[in-house]
């Protein structure tokens, strides 16, 4: 159980171009999303949360306007990069929790991961 | 600052030959410490969860541990199949009413095992 798929699993864009990237929960409903971005050797940064039917919260320091989140069903959000630049290339992984009871202490199911290369 | 430190950042082991990883933490209130495994190109994979002092969790040959300053990783005679990077992360008491998703990382630590 608790399983969450990431699309796709890698793309290369050109710079300027915009780019989706899907997380989906399969077997459970998440009301709550994450989206994170990885570098090699470095620790997993949280970019925003996603929750259904309402705007995504933003970390400090991440651009709500290139980094466009929806999160338009209990099993789907969906994160664009808009306006792609070399320095976007990363490793983007969402995750989500399946407790539906909000436990706060949850702990939290990774998708695979989207590896973004901008050329 | 709230910050988690994991040692050490690789390690190579031989098939069966048992070992520690480190997971230091300051953080202002300890709510949980998860333990996650990833594999390279992968997303993480849940192993544990935290909650105490004291506190100890097993999973096959993955046993881990928590003090109040750290938590350790105990590899039981290791196959190559446990080759992976193990990441360590904290959730703090300040983040009440924040994001759920905002635990703090370290970077990890990188397991071979050689057969």
């Known amino acids: 159980g608790a399983v969450v798929s990431q699309h796709p699993s890698r793309v290369i864009c050109k710079s300027g171009t915009s780019v989706k990237i899907e997380c989906r929960s399969l077997?459970?409903?998440?009301?709550?999303m994450f989206w994170y971005r990885q570098f090699p050797k470095k620790s997993l940064m949280l970019m925003a949360t996603?929750?259904?039917?309402?705007?995504?919260?933003?970390e400090q320091g991440v651009e709500k306007d290139k980094f466009l989140i929806n999160h338009a069903s209990l099993t789907l959000s969906t994160l664009t990069v808009t306006s792609a630049h070399p320095e976007d290339s990363s490793f983007y992984i969402c995750?989500?929790?399946?407790?539906?009871?909000?436990?706060?202490?949850?702990?939290?199911?990774f998708g695979n991961g989207t590896r973004l290369t901008v050329t | 600052e709230d910050q988690v430190t994991q040692s050490p950042e690789a390690l190579r082991l031989q098939e069966g030959e048992s070992s520690s990883l480190n997971c230091s933490y300051t953080?202002?209130?300890?709510?949980?410490l998860f333990w996650y495994r990833q594999d390279p190109g992968k997303g993480p994979e849940f192993l544990f969860t935290?909650?105490?002092a004291g506190e100890e969790k097993e999973k096959e040959r993955l046993k881990a541990t928590l003090t109040k300053k750290e938590s350790f990783l105990h590899i039981t005679a290791p196959k190559p199949e446990d080759s992976a990077t193990y990441l360590c992360?904290?959730?703090?008491?300040?983040?009440?009413?924040?994001?759920?998703?905002?635990?703090?990382f370290g970077k990890g630590t990188k397991l071979s095992v050689k057969p």
């Open positions: 935290l909650y105490s």
């Open positions: 953080v202002s209130g300890l709510r949980g």
């Open positions: 996603s929750n259904e039917g309402s705007k995504a919260t933003y």
């Open positions: 992360a904290v959730q703090a008491r300040w983040n009440y009413g924040g994001s759920q998703g905002n635990l703090i």
């Open positions: 995750s989500a929790i399946s407790d539906s009871k909000g436990s706060y202490n949850s702990p939290l199911h």
């Open positions: 077997d459970f409903q998440a009301t709550t």
